[in-house]
């Protein structure tokens, strides 16, 4: 399974991105997805996650409201729509895929629970 993360850019607080995860070689429609970040100095940390058809969705508490994560099974792709960008979303995103399809707490916000991952999609958010 090949993950290709792409969307990430340069935007001013306030603003909006869509970042795209296209896959390939594997049956996605079966995959719960995720998305990570990882900052400058920081550790990864768990973004948004959602179950193989789309019935489910977790967000970390930072990104509650301001960003949505869907699916499109049929061009095997996963988004994550970020509104009201803050300085603090700076980071590297990373797309994962976990081939359980079933996505649940506390394990969802692991990165141990997946089993590919993408090549990640620099955001930077300008004060």
């Known amino acids: 399974v090949q993950l290709q993360a792409s969307g990430g850019g340069l935007v001013e607080t306030g603003g909006s991105l869509r970042l795209s995860c296209a896959a390939s070689?594997?049956?996605?429609?079966?995959?719960?997805m995720a998305w990570f970040r990882q900052a400058p100095g920081k550790e990864r940390e768990f973004v948004a996650a959602i179950s193989w058809n789309g019935g489910t969705t977790y967000y970390s508490d930072s990104v509650k409201g301001r960003f949505t994560i869907s699916r499109d099974n049929a061009k095997n792709t996963v988004y994550l729509q970020m509104n009201s960008l803050k300085p603090e979303d700076t980071a590297v995103y990373y797309c994962a895929a976990d081939t359980y399809g079933i996505i649940e707490l506390p394990s969802v916000s692991s990165g141990y629970e997946y089993d590919y991952w993408g090549q990640g999609t620099l955001v930077t958010v300008s004060s």
């Open positions: 070689g594997g049956t996605f429609s079966s995959y719960a």
